[in-house]
Antibody, heavy 120, light 110 residues
Framework: EVQLLESGGGLVQPGGSLRLSCAAS????????MGWVRQAPGKGLEWVSS????????DYADSVKGRFTISRDNSKNTLFLQMNSLRAEDMATYYC?????????????WGQGTLVTVSS | QSALTQPASVSGSPGQSITISCTGS?????????VSWYQQHPGKAPKLIIY???NRPSGVSNRFSGSKSGNTASLTISGLQAVDEADYYC??????????FGGGTKLTVL
């Protein structure tokens, strides 16, 4: 059974940093691209970033480019999202998701999300 | 990376069919056959119900179908059931090698 378990969310001040983790199990992690999608309270979904199975290529939404970094540790089946220079508009539930293929593709499995609150 | 355009809400009675549209541009929906649809119930994670315009993942009911014409993709739900009441989001690959979601559509089953 595919499982994605996010952690690392919490309260952070504007301008601060946070690192999200996503522990994956139930599938061959190294074969699939992974990504992060966020959802602000009461709002719609926003794609944040995706990384290919090898970890060699990553893409970002314009809203987070230069501030967020996605990475993965294929030896530990773990996906990360390093978030710097956080803003109020970054406050959201962050979902970790598994792609259908090794390349950037649709997400067929999602975690339950971790809440990031940006407030002073 | 402008969000794709979806109607804010649609409604239908049990047994009926409804269609949700998703309008983009030549740089996303119209340029690639990489449109997907997600269903999200309140407080739950999204669920993939259509990918690559019209493909259903294993386990997804055949009451869900997808199509595309030009810059507009559509999701049709036939034989509407109470359990279908949820938010629905379209998503597309873009020419910038990114993904973009629609604003979401709230489906109400009357």
């Amino acid at each position: 059974e595919v499982q994605l378990l996010e952690s690392g969310g919490g309260l952070v001040q504007p301008g601060g940093s946070l690192r999200l983790s996503c522990a994956a199990s139930g599938f061959t992690f190294t074969n699939y691209a992974m990504g992060w999608v966020r959802q602000a309270p009461g709002k719609g979904l926003e794609w944040v970033s995706s990384i290919r199975s090898s970890g060699s290529n990553a893409d970002y939404a314009d809203s987070v480019k230069g501030r967020f970094t996605i990475s993965r540790d294929n030896s530990k089946n773990t996906l990360f999202l390093q978030m710097n220079s956080l803003r109020a508009e970054d406050m959201a539930t962050y979902y970790c998701a598994k792609s259908l293929t090794s390349d950037v593709a649709d997400f067929d499995y999602w975690g339950q999300g971790t809440l990031v609150t940006v407030s002073s | 990376q402008s969000a794709l355009t979806q109607p804010a809400s649609v409604s239908g009675s049990p047994g009926q069919s409804i269609t949700i549209s998703c309008t983009g541009s030549n740089s996303d929906v119209g340029g690639y056959n990489y449109v997907s649809w997600y269903q999200q119930h309140p407080g739950k994670a999204p669920k993939l119900i259509i990918y690559d315009v019209s493909n259903r993942p294993s386990g997804v009911s055949n009451r869900f179908s997808g199509s595309k014409s030009g810059n507009t993709a559509s999701l049709t739900i036939s034989g509407l059931q109470a359990v279908d009441e949820a938010d629905y989001y379209c998503n597309s690959y873009t020419s910038s090698n990114t993904r973009v979601f629609g604003g979401g559509t709230k489906l109400t089953v009357l």
